[in-house]
């Protein structure tokens, strides 16, 4: 076998391990259980940000681009559909986040693929626990929705009281996985919260990107995929890894695609045409990122093992 035989061999030997490791969840999870649809028409109204004029109308301008696995336009509506109440965020539609973010990582090859089976697990695990839910109802009854988001509805002079399962929301999650003590905050277990920790740090790494991705130098010359999604990485979710995930991650943003390939994946002609649908959909994953950073934080849980 030759040098470059071995190099290469040895690159997809420490991409394999970044596979397993890449969230540092210990992930032996492969579940198939999915939640019950949702209907994102019905969800658009529970947007408590400002901009829900802009957004709609941004759902009607991106369009579906033909030919591609990953569409913009889906990501964004299940984006636009999870933030709900005044600081709540559905897990329905944020797991079908991550559904369509997950054929993103994968449109930019083997190597980023990867990583994105190890997101695919991450969210079958909370999706599987929400199944198991379901079957026992009674025991994982969840909280009242308007105690665990600070929501006032009144009707006379009593407030009305709308229960939801334990695995509706974010805050939902949170609220019965604590009350049956299943957070461990000096051991890893098998948590949502934990597995939900994990999902929130690619989440700040992939905003980050898109940002980077979709900027226009005043030099006018641009940097290429694979140093923004590195910079990216190097300022997120690096500090969480260890030094040999470090490297390897490293190895796989070599293999980016360059800036070209973005436009046919979002079906725009130009830079500007990118920036400003990559915006769009970093403003939505900015909405969803603050209200999980907001819950997870306000319980302590920023820093699970």
Same mark, same amino acid.
């Given at each position: 076998?030759?040098?470059?035989?071995?190099?290469?061999?040895?690159?997809?030997?420490?991409?394999?391990?970044?596979?397993?490791?890449?969230?540092?969840?210990?992930?032996? &999870?492969?579940?198939?259980?999915?939640?019950?649809?949702?209907?994102?028409?019905?969800?658009?109204?529970?947007?408590?940000?400002?901009?829900?004029?802009?957004?709609?109308?941004?759902?009607?301008?991106?369009?579906?681009?033909?030919?591609?696995?990953?569409?913009?336009?889906?990501?964004?509506?299940?984006?636009? /559909?999870?933030?709900? &109440?005044?600081?709540?965020?559905?897990?329905?539609?944020?797991?079908?986040?991550?559904?369509?973010?997950?054929?993103?990582?994968?449109?930019?090859?083997?190597?980023?693929?990867?990583?994105?089976?190890?997101?695919?697990?991450?969210?079958?695990?909370?999706?599987?626990?929400?199944?198991?839910?379901?079957?026992?109802?009674?025991?994982?009854?969840?909280?009242?929705?308007?105690?665990?988001?600070?929501?006032?509805?009144?009707?006379?002079? =009593?407030?009305?009281?709308?229960?939801?399962?334990?695995?509706?929301?974010?805050?939902?999650?949170?609220?019965?996985?604590? =009350?049956?003590?299943?957070?461990?905050?000096?051991?890893?277990?098998?948590?949502?919260?934990?597995?939900?920790?994990?999902?929130?740090?690619?989440?700040?790494?992939?905003?980050?990107?898109?940002?980077?991705?979709?900027?226009?130098?005043?030099?006018?010359?641009?940097?290429?995929?694979?140093?923004?999604?590195?910079?990216? &990485?190097? =300022?997120?979710?690096?500090?969480?890894?260890?030094?040999?995930?470090?490297?390897?991650?490293?190895? /796989?943003?070599?293999?980016?695609?360059?800036?070209?390939?973005?436009?046919?994946?979002?079906?725009?002609? =130009?830079?500007?045409?990118?920036?400003?649908?990559?915006?769009?959909?970093?403003?939505?994953?900015?909405?969803? &990122?603050?209200?999980?950073?907001?819950?997870?934080?306000?319980?302590?849980?920023?820093?699970?093992?």
């Amino acid at each position: 076998m030759g040098i470059k035989s071995k190099a290469a061999a040895a690159i997809i030997v420490l991409l394999l391990f970044l596979g397993s490791l890449w969230l540092q969840g210990g992930l032996d &999870y492969h579940l198939d259980s999915c939640l019950k649809g949702y209907n994102q028409v019905n969800k658009l109204h529970q947007l408590s940000n400002s901009s829900d004029a802009d957004e709609a109308e941004d759902l009607q301008v991106l369009k579906i681009c033909p030919g591609q696995t990953f569409q913009v336009s889906l990501l964004l509506s299940h984006l636009l /559909a999870a933030p709900a &109440y005044t600081s709540d965020v559905l897990l329905q539609p944020y797991l079908s986040s991550w559904d369509e973010l997950v054929k993103f990582m994968d449109a930019l090859g083997p190597m980023v693929g990867l990583i994105s089976k190890e997101i695919e697990s991450k969210t079958s695990i909370i999706r599987q626990l929400a199944v198991l839910a379901e079957k026992n109802p009674e025991a994982e009854l969840g909280p009242d929705v308007y105690s665990i988001n600070s929501v006032s509805t009144v009707t006379g002079k =009593n407030k009305v009281s709308k229960h939801i399962g334990a695995y509706h929301s974010v805050r939902s999650m949170i609220w019965v996985e604590l =009350n049956r003590g299943v957070v461990n905050f000096h051991h890893q277990t098998d948590s949502g919260c934990r597995t939900l920790l994990r999902l929130h740090r690619a989440l700040l790494w992939l905003k980050l990107f898109l940002e980077k991705l979709a900027e226009t130098p005043a030099t006018g010359h641009f940097r290429s995929p694979s140093e923004l999604c590195r910079e990216a &990485y190097q =300022n997120t979710l690096a500090m969480h890894h260890t030094w040999f995930v470090r490297r390897a991650a490293e190895l /796989a943003f070599i293999a980016l695609p360059e800036r070209g390939f973005f436009f046919r994946l979002v079906c725009v002609q =130009n830079q500007e045409g990118l920036r400003t649908i990559l915006n769009r959909v970093a403003r939505a994953i900015g909405e969803v &990122y603050d209200r999980t950073q907001k819950a997870l934080e306000e319980n302590g849980m920023l820093d699970l093992p």
